[in-house]
């Protein structure tokens, strides 16, 4: 029971946030502002984790795909669909939950718990759509250009790790790389990056805004927030694969 009062309350959670705004100009340089803390402020931790994350799955492939029946490109190709398929997006997603969501969360708990939504709603202002919805388009915005950031960084890294280990010379990575390519996959990928910035971040929000308590309520809701959501994006991310790819 608790679980299905849970669903009905978040949607209309969501119903409020995409209700139609007081000043459109407002929320416009709000998404703005959004962009950067949770978008451009991530593009550090994406590229040193894609970088690491191709060079191990090159590394992987190459030491166990030693038989000579296979022919070395294999390791490009092996890495190529691996980042563009899964890690790219959903390991990448599962890294910002952790971090974008974990920052919302306590955001929106901290405003919560010292009445500054109160203070909104007070004022005639829609406070879940205030403070939400800039949130979850910024982040629907740019998810996606992290995504295609981390496949490029992953593949380089990949590159980077089999020339300097010799397990894998440029030409037969490049080779790997080119070979039986399908152009989908990118969009795949990128279609996952959109649903999983929107759960992630309108799930998080939800758990801010809807603390009780103190300080360490918003501590427990930051958590939660962070193992739903991660949860939603493995699930999501199951369902979204069998749609597409079957």
């Known amino acids: 029971m ?10 209309l959670f969501i119903h409020r946030v995409f209700s139609k705004p007081e000043k459109w100009s407002i929320y416009y340089s709000r998404t703005i502002i959004e962009i950067e803390k949770l978008g451009i402020n991530s593009i550090g931790i994406v590229l040193i984790i894609s970088v690491f994350m191709g060079a191990v799955i090159t590394l992987q492939t190459a030491y166990n795909t030693t038989s000579p029946l296979l022919p070395t490109y294999i390791i490009g190709v092996a890495a190529r669909d691996s980042i563009l398929l899964e890690f790219s997006s959903t390991i990448v997603a599962l890294i910002l939950a952790g971090k974008v969501g974990s920052n ?15 203070a ?16 979850i388009i910024g982040a629907m915005f740019f998810f996606p250009v992290l995504t295609i950031l981390s496949m490029v960084i992953g593949i ?14 440029t030409m037969e990575y490049i080779k790997g790389i080119q070979w039986g390519f399908i152009p989908f996959y990118v969009t795949y990928s990128l279609v996952k990056s959109v649903i999983f910035a929107f759960i992630i971040t309108s ?26 959501s991660s949860i939603l994006v493995l699930l999501f991310n199951l369902v979204i694969t069998q749609l597409l790819l079957k």
């Open 120 to 135: 909104l709603e007070i004022m005639g202002v829609n406070s879940a759509g205030f403070l939400v919805m800039p949130k």
């Open 156 to 169: 380089f890294g990949g590159w980077l790790v089999g020339e300097f280990t010799g397990v894998i010379t």
């Open 203 to 228: 799930v998080a929000a939800f758990h801010g805004y809807h603390v009780k308590g103190g300080s360490l309520e918003v501590g427990k809701a930051s958590t939660k927030a962070v193992v739903v």
């Open 104 to 118: 919302i969360s306590s955001e929106i708990g901290t405003m919560r718990i010292t009445e500054q939504i109160d």
């Open 2 to 11: 608790n679980f299905f009062a849970s669903i009905g309350k978040y949607t």
